[in-house]
């Protein structure tokens, strides 16, 4: 009898491993063909572009960058006496700015635009992940307001109702204290009466 319980056990855990480790197969097997198709379809320019605005914003970032652009700032502006402070010295510096700071917002904006969706995945990593969270959240970020101001709603009613269910919680041990000290009041209340009952019933017997 035993033998054959375990015979009948046996496939259904074996299948169920079978299964999952078909899901998992399945599951890299996408990843790689997204992978595949994702840097098929990716140009060189903008790999090339990708990796010079990294390199670009590392470089600008850093306080060397800071020190040498004080630098031309302080000897633009001790040269002002020696061009009698003249149109064109002026217009040396606004021009060199205005094309560094055009040429400049296309480098961090596409830098921040990569480090925002490698973010997004690996939030949606997480999520898939994790066995409590939603699924429906993944992607969010492509929904459009009102999408997204219903979600946060919804997770603000949540987030309400948990802070709730918590308070009450926690006055619940006040209530069972409240009602532990009137419990023993009405003790104390019953333990006097008896004792006047037996007062009463002592005079009776003396009176007797």
Do not use: Y
Not at 101 to 129: C, P, S
Not at 137 to 166: N, P, S, T, Y
């Amino acid at each position: 009898m035993h033998n054959q319980a375990t015979s009948d056990v046996a496939p259904v855990d074996h299948a169920s491993a079978r299964a999952t480790r078909s899901a998992q197969i399945t599951s890299e097997e996408r990843l790689r063909q997204g992978r595949a198709d994702t840097e098929g379809k990716g140009s060189p320019w903008a790999e090339w572009f990708a990796r010079a605005a990294t390199r670009v914003s590392e470089a600008l970032g850093s306080a060397l960058a800071f020190v040498v652009a004080l630098l031309v700032i302080l000897i633009w502006a001790i040269t002002g006496p020696v061009f009698g402070f003249s149109d064109t010295w002026q217009l040396v510096i606004n021009t060199g700015t205005t094309i560094i700071t055009f040429l400049m917002v296309f480098v961090i904006q596409n830098t921040q635009n990569r480090d925002a969706k490698a973010t997004q995945v690996k939030l949606d990593e997480l999520i898939r992940a994790v066995g409590d969270a939603r699924n429906e959240f993944i992607g969010l970020e492509d929904q459009d307001e009102a999408e997204l101001e219903r979600e946060k709603q919804e997770v603000e009613a949540e987030r309400d109702d948990v802070e709730h269910v918590h308070e009450k919680v926690e006055d619940e041990p006040a209530e069972v204290e409240q009602e532990h000290e009137d419990v023993e009041a009405a003790h104390q209340q019953v333990e006097e009466e008896e004792r006047d009952v037996e007062h009463a019933h002592d005079a009776v017997e003396q009176d007797r």
